[in-house]
């Protein structure tokens, strides 16, 4: 597609509950990126894939937190056992990686507004 | 480990007041820095990375290593100018970004 999809844009959910958010990202794209934005916790990282390397879950905040990323194409979050501190806004990105000239800018979808009620 | 410090968490000026957003960081390797700006309901997007030294929307950002910055910087601010911005540093082994926690810039009439 022209962009970065993200599916839900909104979701509101019960405590306990599991969730699951998508991302679809910009073709050809070898690098996907999950990040959470929160109010007065900026932009988070979560996860990193990259190829076929194993993929950097160094931000992942606990082991309730786990993401997939299929065919190197589209990525799962999945988010087990939600508690309400997980309420924020989850943003995926992509982009081409690392270039000779350094990162490649990401390229954000519009993300999925998380609510743990 | 990579940091990136954004001291102001809100930051307002005048119509045609010169800006600084500021931004810092910490890293021993060789530092990509980027600036990302969003919108009111709008999606993240790049408004430059210090590799291009371009001018965007007449915003510019000079890579200080000596202290270890990368402001952002305006000479006049317009009201469209409103925004949140994130200062973002980059791994040059993963191609990783880490963001700041963001300067809300508001420009007044």
């Known amino acids: 597609g022209a962009g970065v999809s993200q599916s839900p844009s909104n979701k509101v959910t019960e405590k306990g509950k599991d969730v699951e958010l998508r991302c679809d990202p910009i073709s050809g794209h070898t690098a996907l990126y999950w990040y959470r934005q929160s109010l007065g916790q900026g932009l988070e990282f979560l996860i990193y894939?990259?190829?076929?390397?194993?993929?950097?879950k160094s931000g992942l905040p606990s082991d309730r937190f786990s993401a997939e990323r299929t065919g190197g194409s589209v990525s799962t979050l999945t988010i087990q056992r939600t508690q309400q501190e997980d309420s924020a806004v989850y943003l995926c990105?992509?982009?081409?990686?690392?270039?000779?000239?350094?990162?490649?800018?990401?390229?954000f979808g519009s993300g999925t507004r998380l609510t743990v009620v | 480990a990579q940091r990136v410090t954004q001291p102001e968490k809100l930051l307002s000026v005048f119509k045609g007041a010169p800006v600084e957003l500021k931004c810092n960081y910490s890293y021993s390797g060789s530092p990509e820095l980027f600036w990302y700006v969003q919108y009111s309901r709008q999606r993240l997007q790049l408004l430059l990375r210090h590799i291009s030294r371009e001018s965007i929307k007449g915003f510019t950002a000079d890579l200080n290593k000596g202290e270890t910055s990368f402001h952002l910087k305006k000479p006049f601010a317009q009201e469209e100018d409103s925004a949140m911005y994130y200062c973002a540093h980059g791994s040059s082994n993963t191609g990783k970004l880490i963001f700041g926690q963001g300067t809300t810039l508001q420009v007044k009439p």
């Open positions: 894939f990259q190829g076929n390397s194993a993929p950097d």
């Open positions: 990105a992509s982009s081409p990686g690392k270039g000779r000239r350094g990162i490649y800018g990401y390229t």
